[in-house]
């Protein structure tokens, strides 16, 4: 079956400019979770969504970090003015409820030139 | 500042070695526990999960974790590993309390099993 999608694999782009990410999770997952892994650490939290609301936007590190879920099923983290310091792999996940073991993409590489 | 605590950046062991990778948390209350690998050139997989009961759980390709409340420690162990467990291991904690969802990681333990 269908795992969760991100798309484009790698991006490279940059400094200052915009750039959107694109998770499709799974089929029939309500939550879905953005993280963001630097090189040598783990995965970071940015944003939880719970169904098209977004329940915790905590872990978004400035207001250039959005990220939208508009039908409750694909979402898109948008960087506006991105810094070398953005670079890094921005991970999806999705869970069929909140609180249940995540099933993850395999990622977005960023570099930000 | 709480965190998730991997002690073992990188360890490596011969084919049919056992191995046991450290996890410890700070967080208090109520969590979930888990352990997911990477493989190389692939996503985090989930290994097993702790959410209430047998603090012993045990999870895909013999691995299996102990949870010790009172150590905050959830380690992972294998009796015997193989050179296809050469991969990235990453604790993960979600703390229930306060109505959190999100997984909080540990850096990683890079596990290289030499043939």
């Known amino acids: 079956g269908a795992g969760v999608s991100q798309t484009p694999s790698n991006k490279v782009t940059e400094k200052g400019k915009y750039v959107e990410l694109r998770c499709d999770p799974i089929?029939?997952?309500?939550?879905l979770y953005w993280y963001r892994q630097s090189l040598g650490q783990g995965p970071e939290f940015l944003i939880y969504?719970?169904?098209?609301?977004?329940?915790?936007d905590s872990g978004l590190p400035n207001d250039r970090f959005f990220a939208v879920r508009p039908e409750g099923s694909v979402s898109t983290l948008k960087i506006q003015r991105t810094e070398r310091g953005d670079s890094a792999v921005y991970l999806c996940?999705?869970?069929?409820?909140?609180?249940?073991?995540?099933?993850f993409g395999d990622g977005t590489r960023l570099s930000i030139l | 500042a709480q965190s998730v605590s991997q002690h073992n950046h990188h360890v490596i062991l011969s084919e049919a070695a056992s191995l046991e990778l450290g996890c410890n948390y700070s967080?208090?209350?109520?969590?979930?526990l888990f352990w997911y690998v990477q493989y190389p050139g692939q996503h985090l997989q989930l290994l097993l999960k702790?959410?209430?009961?047998?603090?012993l759980v045990k999870g895909i390709k013999g691995f299996e974790a102990e949870f010790i409340k009172s150590k905050f420690s959830f380690n992972l162990r294998k009796p015997s590993v193989q050179w296809s467990d050469t991969a990235e291991y990453f604790c993960?904690?979600?703390?229930?309390?306060?109505?959190?969802?999100?997984?909080?990681f540990g850096t990683g333990t890079r596990l290289t099993v030499i043939p």
């Open positions: 996940a999705s869970s069929l409820v909140a609180g249940q073991p995540q099933h």
């Open positions: 089929s029939g997952h309500t939550a």
């Open positions: 969504f719970q169904g098209t609301g977004a329940a915790d």
């Open positions: 967080y208090g209350g109520t969590v979930n």
């Open positions: 702790y959410f209430s009961g047998d603090p």
């Open positions: 993960a904690v979600n703390p229930l309390t306060g109505g959190a969802n999100n997984l909080f």
